[in-house]
């Protein structure tokens, strides 16, 4: 793994030669009862760049599919696409535990099937552990990763893979029923190897519930400020999008702003007041 730091007296996208050591797997499971847990998600290398001194661990989540692609959910996103952005995502940061997210139909078939799906994505991107969605139906597939070597994050709660079977992306736990369910599910995957376990779109003393009956840290979307640490996707809390979910603060004005800027620009185009002779290139004299 690279030792190179950013070179924080000029620009952030040049490193230099300067030790510097990635967190691991082992000091995020420390973290747990402790200093919350940062998250963010990061699909690209400049926006790796721009958030890994600010965060714990970056997820290239398989929502890079909505943000990213412009589809619908998260079902049509492939193998190749976690691999691309991943290492993006690896390249670009130092500091930061990078974890990928498993899509759809690369991990549920068997724990061999996930095994070689797995592998090949840390083999590909260079990251420190993957993400995948379930609790018990997924247990054997999380033990048999562990014990192979490769680190896993679970997901319970809203499973937005499951989108289909759930009928929707409403918050999960309000019945008793399911509310068991998914206790259930946060105390196999646990008990199955799991570092980490990202609890999304529950009712709040559920995911307190959760985080103190498990021994992992837990990560909340959606969830309570009780849970271990936090995570959003980044475009969310940049403010990219008009509409967010209900659990989304948005943190920053980015849509606004890049209109703003497409706007000015659009006018210096339009009145011949850009190119500046600042922005020309001129003959040697």
Same mark, same amino acid.
């Given at each position: $793994?690279? &030792?190179? @730091?950013?070179?924080?007296?000029?620009?952030?996208?040049?490193?230099?030669?300067?030790?510097?050591?990635?967190?691991?797997?082992?000091?995020?499971?420390?973290?747990?009862?402790?200093? =919350?847990?940062? $998250?963010?998600?990061?699909?690209?290398?400049?926006?790796?760049?721009?958030?890994?001194?600010?965060?714990?661990?970056?997820?290239?989540?398989?929502?890079?599919?909505?943000?990213?692609?412009?589809?619908?959910?998260?079902? =049509?996103?492939?193998?190749? $696409?976690?691999?691309?952005?991943?290492?993006?995502?690896?390249?670009?940061?130092?500091?930061?535990?990078?974890?990928?997210?498993?899509?759809?139909?690369?991990?549920?078939?068997? =724990?061999?099937?996930?095994?070689?799906? !797995?592998?090949?994505?840390?083999?590909?991107?260079?990251?420190?552990?993957?993400?995948?969605?379930?609790?018990?139906? $997924?247990?054997?597939?999380?033990? *048999?990763?562990?014990?192979?070597?490769?680190?896993?994050?679970?997901?319970?709660?809203?499973?937005?893979?499951?989108?289909?079977?759930?009928?929707?992306?409403?918050?999960?736990?309000?019945? @008793?029923?399911?509310?068991?369910?998914?206790?259930?599910?946060?105390? !196999?995957?646990?008990?199955?190897?799991?570092?980490?376990?990202? #609890?999304?779109?529950?009712?709040?003393?559920?995911?307190? @519930?959760? &985080?103190?009956?498990?021994?992992?840290?837990?990560? %909340? #979307? %959606?969830?309570?400020?009780?849970?271990? %640490?936090?995570?959003?996707?980044?475009?969310?809390?940049?403010?990219?999008?008009?509409?967010?979910?209900? *659990?989304?603060?948005? *943190?920053?004005?980015?849509?606004?702003?890049?209109?703003?800027?497409?706007?000015?620009?659009? !006018?210096?185009?339009?009145?011949?007041? *850009? =190119?500046?002779? !600042?922005?020309?290139?001129?003959?040697?004299?």
């Amino acid at each position: $793994m690279s &030792t190179f @730091q950013l070179d924080t007296s000029t620009s952030r996208s040049h490193p230099v030669p300067e030790p510097m050591r990635r967190m691991t797997v082992p000091s995020i499971q420390k973290r747990k009862g402790g200093e =919350p847990i940062v $998250m963010l998600t990061a699909y690209t290398a400049r926006m790796a760049q721009l958030l890994d001194e600010h965060c714990d661990v970056l997820l290239v989540g398989d929502s890079l599919g909505q943000v990213i692609y412009g589809l619908s959910s998260t079902l =049509p996103v492939t193998l190749d $696409m976690m691999c691309a952005h991943g290492a993006a995502v690896v390249r670009g940061s130092y500091k930061s535990v990078v974890i990928v997210d498993m899509p759809f139909g690369s991990y549920e078939e068997s =724990p061999e099937a996930a095994f070689r799906a !797995a592998s090949r994505v840390m083999a590909e991107t260079g990251c420190a552990a993957v993400k995948l969605e379930g609790g018990v139906a $997924m247990a054997d597939t999380i033990a *048999f990763l562990t014990k192979r070597g490769i680190p896993v994050m679970a997901h319970v709660g809203l499973t937005p893979q499951a989108v289909n079977a759930l009928g929707g992306y409403g918050a999960r736990g309000k019945s @008793q029923e399911e509310y068991a369910r998914i206790i259930e599910d946060a105390e !196999a995957v646990a008990k199955a190897g799991a570092f980490s376990l990202v #609890i999304e779109g529950v009712v709040e003393d559920l995911a307190r @519930q959760i &985080t103190d009956s498990v021994s992992i840290p837990t990560i %909340g #979307i %959606g969830a309570s400020a009780a849970c271990d %640490g936090q995570v959003l996707v980044v475009d969310d809390m940049l403010g990219m999008f008009e509409r967010t979910p209900r *659990f989304v603060k948005r *943190f920053g004005t980015l849509a606004e702003d890049i209109g703003k800027a497409a706007s000015a620009y659009a !006018a210096a185009v339009k009145d011949r007041s *850009f =190119p500046e002779d !600042a922005q020309l290139y001129g003959v040697k004299k």
